[in-house]
């Protein structure tokens, strides 16, 4: 496996490994986060507030984005061929913000893994942008550190 190093310039990446098996440096992470969805209780008499309870936790699904490249082109399809293969389960992920000098500056440990998307590269003569692939889990939570 390549070193952070030889991916694209970049100040901060993200290392993904799903179940143990690395999925490769991805340069862009969005949606690590959850809700608390509450339900308004309107007390008789009380003409001050409503009660807010809490009914559940939604976490958002976390969306990893990259530039392709020789070493991890085949990481993401390779995990979903097995998904396809073996059957999709739900699993352990983990993500770590990591510096350019190899310093993990924060990580998150999540239960309940699937994938819910990836959208490989666009290619085509005319389009002279960075081939990019996207990767979106589904999670039902951050595990305790």
């Known amino acids: 496996m390549s070193d952070l190093q030889d991916h694209v310039a970049v100040a901060i990446a993200f290392n993904v490994t799903i179940d143990g098996q690395n999925l490769g440096w991805f340069t862009q992470c ?71 000098d190899g310093r993990t500056i924060a990580s998150w440990s999540l239960q309940g893994v699937i994938p819910v998307r990836w959208t490989g590269p666009s290619l085509g003569v005319d389009n002279n942008k960075p081939a990019t692939e996207t990767l979106e889990l589904a999670h039902h939570g951050f595990l305790p550190a």
């Open 30 to 100: 969005d949606g690590l986060g959850c809700e608390i969805t509450v339900e308004p209780r309107e007390e008789g008499g009380n003409l001050g507030f409503v009660h807010q309870l809490p009914t559940r936790i939604k976490f958002s699904n976390v969306k990893l984005t990259r530039v392709v490249n020789e070493d991890d082109a085949d990481h993401v399809p390779r995990w979903i061929t097995r998904l396809a293969e073996q059957g999709v389960k739900r699993t352990t992920g983990h993500i770590s913000a990591t510096t350019a």
